[in-house]
T-cell receptor, first 111, second 113 residues
């Protein structure tokens, strides 16, 4: 049974560009959350999707947006990239009776 | 909003010793407290969690205790092994296991053979 799958694993972008990260949840999970983890820090909550709608949102600007598809997979989009957006982006899926299962993340570097 | 503080930031123990990591939270409405282990190049892995209606939970060599009055919770690892070496994060949520998690800054545990 595959866990949470994220793509790509690494990405380098230039300031001002836009990026899309993808996540396939663990089989049977219907809720997807995204976290940003800066180097040496704990993950910070960006937002959560359930039934294709944003259910909760953390303290991130509107440049960060997302989407959930009918098959529960999800995308994270970041517009107008800043150097400070460089981080590990983690996707986590869950089901009401379970805690979160995290993917291995996408390492985004903005130059 | 919720704030979670974690101590120590680094911890070095000899193989076979015990390790204790402590966290405090600020929001008394928090009701779910998971602990995650993160190895290099991997995402966080849930190792144990506790809910606010329970004071202690144990799973083999790992245990978590919760003191709601003092708003702190701790991770205890007994008989440590080199493979326990990793970064450990505590987290808290006010909406149970489905809520957004507020993480501590992590503890880097090194277990020396």
């Amino acid at each position: 049974d595959a866990g949470v799958t994220q793509s790509p694993t690494h990405l380098i972008k230039t300031r001002g560009q836009q990026v899309t990260l993808r996540c396939s949840p663990k089989s049977g999970h219907d809720t997807v959350s995204w976290y940003q983890q800066a180097l040496g820090q704990g993950p910070q909550f960006i937002f959560q999707y359930y039934e294709e709608e944003e259910r909760q949102r953390g303290n991130f600007p509107d440049r960060f947006s997302g989407h959930q598809f009918p098959n529960y997979s999800s995308e994270l989009n970041v517009n107008a990239l800043l150097l400070g957006d460089s981080a590990l982006y983690l996707c986590a899926s869950s089901l009401v009776s379970d805690g979160y299962t995290f993917g291995s993340g996408t390492r985004l570097t903005v130059v | 909003g919720e704030n979670v503080e974690q101590h120590p930031s680094t911890l070095s123990v000899q193989e076979g010793d015990s390790a204790v990591i402590k966290c405090t939270y600020s929001d008394s409405a928090s009701n779910y407290f998971p602990w995650y282990k993160q190895e290099l190049g991997k995402g966080p892995q849930l190792i144990i969690d506790i809910r606010s209606n329970v004071g202690e939970k144990k799973d083999q060599r790992i245990a978590v205790t919760l003191n709601k009055t003092a708003k702190h919770f701790s991770l205890h690892i007994t008989e440590t092994q080199p493979e326990d070496s990793a970064v450990y994060f505590c987290a808290a949520s006010t909406r149970g296991s489905q809520g957004n998690l507020i993480f501590g800054k992590g503890t880097k545990l090194s277990v020396k053979p």
